[in-house]
């Protein structure tokens, strides 16, 4: 195989990765009026590090106050956008919460930047003013696809850490370990290991001092009740799955794991059934 054949195909399956764990959705689908929600795009809201970042609300146009739930989207940590979170935004919304898919800083920006800019979009839903704007009551959760779900574990953690705990999370197909160790559970793609790594800003997993930090597992008792949704034969190993359940029963923390038979990832997990039990899951830990 020349060069130039060679370069080809690891681009094309750079960009297969990406579409993969993004779900390729389009950023802004057409969607038809619903009668039960107000949309509201682009509002903005400050980033971690006084920048400004963006976010789409789903609101119920039913009485409130509502539940609130942060939606952060994939794209292994460089792509993507909040538009792909529109279709579970929507579900959400329909169901009474007030849904809001929100923006953080991607690559270059390593780890911490997108878990604090998460944690930001937190505590902006809890300041009295957005409260009273969106309707909202003191509770909050957070969902994640794919990356979105490694870093929702993360700014739950977190949170929970600095006495700000939110009430559930949702994560789908996230990754429990970013450790070296971790890389080789089930038969993961190489390429994987290179989306970690450009994540925490590591040239080699076995030499990443933030590699555990960054990993959910590792601090799983400072989970509040957790959802996991995940693929049978996907993307991420279902064994990173299991491992982050194992940390949560070990830790007596409240959780579950469904496990979807077939290759889907992300957002394409979502279906009747799992959109049920997602919504039923967070009624159950909304305060």
């Given amino acids: 195989m020349n060069r130039i054949a060679a370069r080809a195909m690891a681009v094309a ?73 529109s279709r579970i935004c929507r579900a959400l919304g329909d169901q009474g919460f007030a849904a809001f898919a929100v923006d953080y800083r991607l690559l270059p920006s390593t780890y911490p930047a997108q878990v604090e800019d998460v944690m930001a979009s937190v505590q902006w839903l809890r300041e009295p003013a957005q409260a009273e704007r969106f309707n909202l009551s003191r509770s909050v959760s957070i969902l994640g696809s794919s990356a979105g779900a490694i870093i929702a574990l993360s700014a739950a953690e977190q949170l929970r850490s600095a006495s700000a705990p939110v009430d559930a999370v949702v994560a789908l197909s996230p990754a429990g370990s ?88 992300g957002l394409q997990l979502l279906n009747n059934d799992t959109r049920a039990g997602i919504v039923r899951f967070l009624s159950d830990h909304s305060s």
Avoid at 246 to 260: E, K, M, N, R, W
């Fill in 13 to 85: 399956g750079t960009i297969g990765l990406i579409c993969v764990i993004a779900s390729c959705s389009p950023s802004r689908p057409q969607e038809t009026p619903d009668p039960a929600i107000t949309v509201e795009n682009d509002i903005p809201y400050p980033g971690a590090d006084g920048g400004d970042l963006q976010a789409d609300a789903c609101l119920p146009t039913s009485s409130g106050p509502h539940p609130a739930v942060v939606l952060v989207h994939g794209g292994a940590f460089k792509e993507g956008d909040r538009g792909t979170m």
């Fill in 178 to 265: 970013l450790t070296a160790d971790a890389a080789q559970l089930g038969d993961p793609r190489p390429d994987l290991e290179q989306v970690v790594q450009e994540y925490l800003g590591c040239d080699d997993l076995s030499d990443c001092a933030i590699a555990g930090e960054a990993s959910p597992a590792t601090s799983a008792d400072l989970l509040p009740p957790t959802l996991i949704i995940h693929g049978s034969d996907e993307l991420i190993p279902l064994q990173q799955a299991q491992l982050l359940d194992q940390s949560l029963q070990t830790a007596g923390v409240i959780h579950d794991l469904i496990v979807v038979d077939g290759q889907k990832h």
